[in-house]
Every structure is written in structure tokens, then in C-alpha cells.
């Protein structure tokens, strides 16, 4: 995958709700870059899961029903989420991954790619060459797709034998001496926070030492409570679908069900994962919570930044805590720009009802929207959606410049000669 064809598509979508290409430009080549991508960029590889969230909370708080029926209920959804979220990862590890796998690691690849051209053509000296990568997903799309495609980025772990997460090594820039000469070169880096944890994260407990959260290639954890739900699921409620997630259709199944003590092992094996869970009790650990609020805090000061642009995509503002935050910032910061990438125009009509236009008295909001599908559309596939692919290819890879401009720095070695021309 070290070798990516970017495609370029024509600009289009010049009409209320989208940004040209030069206004993207200007924005780019002046401002600190961040990036919040979210559960729908790689969502056709990982699939919708419905409210997961809603439907977790409403079961804590029921207080009408047994805690047995709560367990068989939970653990059901929590099964699902394994299958549907964490299980998947397994395949993108593989030497030679399946096409749906290498289809989402390519369309990654290929975003990498395009911003990485970008920033090593970068015109201003007085920004860094680097991209903020904040993400709610706790797959392990990037990590593969940018390793595989040889561009640098730091995800927080240091060390060769076991890397150590460690927020210190992050906002680092790298540099490349010349071989002949010292002048120095900054490589573009990506700085990957992962704001939710990761299933690649393993918490290692040590009774000499504070707990530390190591990375874990081989998924351990993941393994771990595989082997847990394997032993489980004939025990728990069948969910296929989004629709299935039903709080309330989940507790009136649990209700005529026994409660298997195999819960306990799979609750256990489940609550080892470094993720942060998708209710409102979030957290497992102590270390994650102290983890989460610090990789929060970076997020919040990246966006207090004087001139910085905040590129959303694939993520859905139900978030209370970082939708909080992200406004919060756009009323704070009038110089911070925040361009949301909505997938279609329903994605739109939603975002602006939970950040209603009162709350951004700075109107540094933009949502970007495809247009609206034409009379003569007869099916799905002549409608525009603003997938990731989509995105780079209508928005980010015109900004990469058709020839490379000049190095940096430069040196010139002159020569004085005689009357003959001889040196």
C-alpha cells in the first residue's frame, strides 16, 4: 500500500452549504490542522449500530426490573458491539486482509496520502508540518493504513520491547538532517489521539507501579473476551440488526431468561478492554478516566489555538461532552474554523438541531453538504454522499500542488574564475 493514486475529481458543489476549493486552500496553507473523525467514516466496513448508548443508559436506570434481567440485557448488547466493532479488527491484522478490510484501509491510505502531499508542500514556514488526528473510533484503521503507507505518526507509545503510552511524546515534530549538509527538513507527522481508547491498548496492572497502558499487537484483550463470548452467546439474546437494539424489547426477552454465571466471566474479560463504553457510564478503570480527560484536554487546547481549522468528519454530535466542548470553543476562539463534512443532507438537518445556530454567535460553523439528489436520479448509486472517499477526492486532493515547489532552504557553492574560465 506504500504506492496510493489519488484521484481528482472536478469541483461541483458550488451552491449554499459547500466551500470551494480556493477557500479550503486559504484555510490549509494558514491555520493549525485538526481533524475529528468519527464511528461514520469507516462505518461501511464496521457497520451502523444503532443507539447503543441510549439503550445501555436506559438499562442501568430502570429500576422496575431485576438486576438478572439488566445483566442479560447488557451483556447482549455488549456481545453485539464486540461482533460488530472490536471482532473486525482481527481481519485488518491479517497478512493479506479481505476486500471489505483492504477497501477501508485504502480509503485511509489514501487520505494520509493526500494530506501528507499537502503538508510537505506546505508554503508557510511559521506552521508546523503536522495534522491532529482526533478520533472517537477505537479501531485500528489508521495505525494499520498509515504504517502500511510509510508516512509518519505518533499515536502516544514509546519504547521498542513494550511501548508504553505516554501523552509526553505527543506534539513532537521530526526533522531530516542532509546527508552533506545540516540542513534540517520537517517531515509532515500525524499526531493520533484516540479519544475512546483503543482495542490495540492493553492495561497492565502492576502492584510495584502505578497501572500503565501498554500497546497490545497482538490483542490480547480482544482475544481474551472473544474466548469469554464464545462460551456465552447461546445464553444471550440474538442481535443482528441496529433495530434490534431495543432497551426496552431486550428486558421483557431477559425477563423469561436465567442468568448465566458464564456473565461474570464474559463482564470481566469485556471491562479489560482500554475503551471507553458507548453509555453514560463510561468508564471501566481509574487510568481511563484519567487517560480520557487529558487526551480531552489536548482536543480542547488544539482548538483554543489562535487561526486553527477543525476538518469533522463521520461524526454524529451526539456526543454531549466533546459537542459541549467543540462549541464551547467556536464561541470562545473567533478564529478557530470548523468545517463539518455532513454525509447527506438529513446528517445536516440533525447536527443543526443539537447545535442550534444562537449557540454560534461567531458563525465559524460550516456544514458541507452534498447536493441534493436531481429528478432524474432512479437510484442509490446517482446520489452524492460525503463519504471519506468522496471528501478527499472533491475537497483535499485539488489542494495538492500540480509540481513540487523549491526546497526550503538552499545552498549555492560559487565559483570564481579567470579571464580563461578557469577555476
Request: with cysteine.
Amino acid at each position: 500500500m506504500t504506492n496510493v493514486s489519488i484521484a481528482v475529481a472536478p469541483t461541483r458543489f458550488e451552491q449554499p452549504g459547500s466551500i470551494s476549493v480556493d477557500q479550503l486552500r486559504t484555510i490549509v496553507q494558514d491555520s493549525h490542522l485538526n481533524f475529528l473523525v468519527g464511528a461514520g467514516t469507516p462505518s461501511a466496513f464496521f457497520g451502523m449500530l444503532g443507539d447503543i448508548e441510549d439503550a445501555l443508559t436506559t438499562i442501568a436506570r430502570r429500576d422496575d426490573v431485576t438486576d438478572d434481567s439488566k445483566a442479560i440485557a447488557r451483556a447482549s448488547i455488549q456481545g453485539y458491539f464486540f461482533d460488530k466493532v472490536i471482532l473486525p479488527n482481527t481481519e485488518l491484522l491479517k497478512p493479506t486482509p479481505n476486500s471489505e478490510a483492504n477497501a477501508v484501509l485504502r480509503s485511509y491510505a489514501i487520505f494520509g496520502q493526500t494530506l501528507n502531499r499537502i503538508l510537505l508542500r506546505r508554503r508557510s514556514t511559521l506552521l508546523s508540518k503536522k495534522v491532529n488526528l482526533f478520533t472517537t473510533n477505537i479501531d485500528l484503521v489508521f495505525e494499520v493504513a498509515f504504517e502500511r503507507l510509510g508516512v509518519g505518526f505518533n499515536d502516544g507509545f514509546s519504547g521498542k520491547i513494550r511501548p508504553t503510552f505516554d501523552l509526553g511524546s505527543l506534539s513532537s515534530l521530526q526533522y531530516r538532517s542532509g546527508v552533506r549538509y545540516e540542513h534540517l527538513s520537517e517531515i509532515p507527522t500525524f499526531d493520533l489521539y484516540k479519544l475512546h481508547g483503543s482495542i490495540g491498548w492493553e492495561l497492565l496492572d502492576d502492584p510495584t507501579t502505578t497501572s500503565d497502558i501498554v500497546f497490545d499487537p497482538h490483542l490480547s484483550t480482544v482475544a481474551a473476551t472473544l474466548t469469554a463470548l464464545v462460551e456465552l452467546r447461546p445464553e444471550l439474546i440474538p442481535i443482528n440488526t441496529r433495530d434490534d437494539v431495543d432497551a426496552e424489547k431486550l428486558l421483557v426477552q431477559a425477563d423469561t431468561m436465567v442468568r448465566s454465571n458464564k456473565i461474570a466471566t464474559f463482564t470481566h474479560a469485556y471491562d479489560r478492554l482500554v475503551i471507553v463504553n458507548p453509555e453514560k457510564q463510561k468508564f471501566a478503570t481509574t487510568v481511563l478516566i484519567e487517560t480520557y480527560y487529558e487526551l480531552i484536554r489536548r482536543f480542547a487546547n488544539e482548538l483554543e489555538k489562535e487561526n486553527s481549522a477543525l476538518f469533522v468528519m463521520g461524526f454524529s454530535f451526539r456526543d454531549e461532552h466533546l459537542r459541549k466542548l467543540i462549541v464551547r470553543a467556536a464561541r470562545t476562539n473567533p478564529t478557530l474554523q470548523i468545517i463539518v463534512f455532513c454525509y447527506n443532507l438529513a446528517d445536516r438537518a440533525a447536527y443543526e438541531k443539537l447545535i442550534p445556530e444562537l449557540d454560534v454567535p461567531n458563525g465559524n460553523i460550516l456544514y458541507v453538504t452534498p447536493p441534493p439528489p436531481t429528478d432524474d436520479a432512479d437510484d442509490d448509486d446517482d446520489v452524492v454522499h460525503f463519504d471519506l472517499d468522496t471528501v478527499v477526492t472533491q475537497y483535499f486532493a485539488p489542494l495538492i500542488p500540480e509540481s513540487t515547489r523549491g526546497p526550503d532552504g538552499q545552498i549555492e557553492l560559487i565559483f570564481k574564475t579567470d579571464d580563461s574560465g578557469t577555476a
